[in-house]
């Protein structure tokens, strides 16, 4: 569990079990020493909670020591929100970017994240557990609450060869293709982002060829694969999204 604050300085958490009206949630050391200390909560006030399944509810606290804390929810206040079907596929990058990659994925609303080793990957992946907490805060901090499902690292062969009927597979190509709005059909997407390297020559063969391969182009300049994936992925919510929905 990670620790942020919401607007209106109410505390926001993420609980790794399922939310249900009137059943207490007991949290450990991290949470009482956040909400006690740092938030100087006291047995009464309220705290909002998300667990990626029923939505965010409105709790409050009911017992609060040094080691543990107890929070009672009280009223759904949002359900879980939809998310668009896209994926974000990356191959590993260093350790600080893949992070970035993995927080950014978050905020803007990716349904999973997938590492894909190509020929030319020379970073391991982060570890599952990281990115998932480096996720876990993002969705606090952006007010998600929903997570991106982590998928296990595949390779670029079994990633193409078991790519899945009706989705497009967004190509970012370095070496140019068509806007994102006229390159992709409107739909389930996964866009699949190189390493540092970029695609190998085969590999690159491998994927103008494949039926559902949609090649973009992400603009004249050479971009980063941190940079790349949030590029596509903006373009991708403009243009497919929900970034077009009245969220007042």
């Known amino acids: 569990m990670r620790k942020t604050v919401s607007s209106g300085r109410v505390p926001r958490l993420f609980v790794d079990e399922e939310i249900r009206d009137g059943a207490a949630i007991g949290l450990g050391p991290d949470a009482a020493r956040y909400l006690g200390t740092v938030m100087r909560l006291k047995v009464g006030d309220a705290a909002l909670i998300f667990d990626d399944r029923t939505g965010e509810w409105r709790a409050a606290v009911t017992a609060l020591a040094k080691r543990s804390v107890t ?16 994926v974000l596929a990356c191959a590993p990058i260093r350790k600080a970017r893949q992070e970035m990659v993995a927080e950014k994925a978050c905020e803007l609303g990716a349904r999973a994240l997938v590492p894909v080793l190509t020929e030319r990957t020379a970073q391991a992946p982060v570890k599952a557990e990281r990115l998932s907490a480096i996720m876990i805060e993002a969705a606090e901090q952006c007010e998600r609450t929903a997570l991106p499902v982590l998928a296990q690292a595949v390779s670029f062969a079994d990633f193409l060869g078991g ?86």
């Open 71 to 86: 929070l009672m929810p009280e009223e759904r206040v949002r359900e879980r929100e939809a998310v668009p079907d896209v």
């Open 163 to 248: 790519f899945p009927e009706g989705r497009a597979l967004v190509f970012c190509d370095e070496e140019g293709g068509a806007a994102m709005a006229e390159a992709v059909p409107a739909g389930p997407a996964t866009i699949l982002i190189g390493p540092e390297g970029g695609f190998s020559d085969a590999e690159r063969r491998a994927l103008l060829a494949h039926p559902a391969a949609a090649r973009v182009s992400l603009g004249p300049r050479i971009l980063r694969a941190d940079t790349a994936a949030i590029a596509a992925l903006t373009l991708w919510q403009s243009a497919f999204g929900d970034w077009q929905k009245d969220h007042g």
